[in-house]
């Protein structure tokens, strides 16, 4: 069975220094991995997408994911934080066994990212 | 910004009323979902229409029926809830269902019942 395994519930940084956000997964076949950002009372916006095309990946916001098939690791990174960057982050692995997007998603429980001034 | 659009953004209900949650989505996609997320938790799949016909129930209580009259619009109907009901309630479209597709969002209509 597909898992994807967010590494930190909490992280807090200082504004202007790097994030780190760390995932891992499990998956037999190639995934198709998301991160998607949850900004607080908002819905959740998707920051990036892995679909194989290349391993790192840029996304919105200045963020960025690098995937390791052997490390099995979908880490989101971020050159230095903004306050506004303050949110609950999860990361998502499609499971391809499964043929229909919604029941495909796999969501780690989140990250919440604290940024202080 | 989201083009999936939800209303209310919030809404309260007695556990005997009768409301409605509605989605509207321009994009062209022909999947629709509904998810329901409770505080710190990651959401959870509710249902799934696909070209306009229920694909997907995730064994969700009966007092919770969606609707979806075209392929831009999707409902979510509600009756009779329970206090344990209350969420944040998220509606999603993608191009279409198959696995793969990147499902997006919209605002979420929090629902308190009481």
């Known amino acids: 069975a597909q898992s994807v395994t967010q590494l930190d519930s909490h992280v807090s940084v200082s504004e202007g220094t790097p994030v780190l956000l760390r995932c891992n997964y499990s998956?037999?076949?190639?995934?198709?991995l998301f991160w998607y950002v949850q900004h607080p009372n908002k819905g959740l916006q998707l920051l990036l997408k892995y679909t194989s095309a290349a391993t790192l990946v840029k996304g919105i916001n200045g963020f960025e994911a690098e995937f390791k098939k052997s490390e099995t690791s979908f880490h989101l990174t971020k050159p230095s934080a903004h306050m506004s960057d303050a949110a609950e982050y999860f990361c998502?692995?499609?499971?391809?066994?499964?043929?229909?997007?919604?029941?495909?998603?796999?969501f780690g429980k989140g990250t919440t990212l604290s940024v202080s001034s | 910004d989201t083009e999936v659009t939800q209303t209310p953004k919030h809404l309260v209900m007695g556990m005997t009323n009768k409301k409605s949650l509605k989605c509207e989505q321009h994009?062209?996609?022909?999947?629709m979902y509904w998810y329901k997320q409770k505080a710190k938790k990651p959401p959870e799949l509710m249902f799934v229409?696909?070209?306009?016909?229920?694909?997907i129930n995730e064994s969700v209580p009966s007092r919770f029926s969606p609707e979806c009259p075209n392929s831009s619009l999707l409902n979510l109907h509600l009756h009779a809830l329970q206090p344990e009901d209350s969420a944040l309630y998220l509606c999603?479209?993608?191009?279409?269902?198959?696995?793969?597709?990147?499902?997006?969002f919209g605002e979420g209509s929090w629902l308190t019942v009481v």
């Open positions: 229409y696909s070209y306009e016909k229920l694909s």
């Open positions: 998502v692995v499609s499971d391809p066994t499964r043929r229909q997007a919604g029941t495909a998603l796999i």
């Open positions: 998956s037999s076949y190639s995934p198709s």
């Open positions: 994009m062209g996609h022909r999947a």
């Open positions: 999603a479209s993608s191009h279409d269902g198959e696995r793969g597709n990147t499902i997006y």
